[in-house]
């Protein structure tokens, strides 16, 4: 990988766990106030295009959805899967 495709994969690296973190938060203040909610499908797909390190340290920081089997088990899986990934294309 050059170096331009480089930085501009951390950027996205980035921005998707910052914008994953911040949805994750909107959700747990919708929760609390009891307005519209994110779908779940949506949050799991923010960590599974890349934000699973988001949804992870929201999950901690807000005490959001950590209850729920399939964000409990399956964010940690959707980042090992991509820790994989990232070893396999190495």
Known sequence: ??????????IYF??????TLIIYGWDKF?????????P???LLILAAIGG??????AMRLFRHKTLHLKFKYGVPLIFVLQ???LVYLK
């Open 1 to 10: 990988m050059d170096n331009q495709a480089h930085t501009l994969y951390m």
């Open 14 to 19: 980035a921005v998707i766990n910052l914008v």
């Open 30 to 38: 919708c929760a609390k106030k009891h307005c519209r909610r994110v």
């Open 40 to 42: 779940e499908a949506t």
């Open 52 to 57: 699973s390190i988001g949804a992870m340290t």
């Open 83 to 85: 820790i994989a990934g």
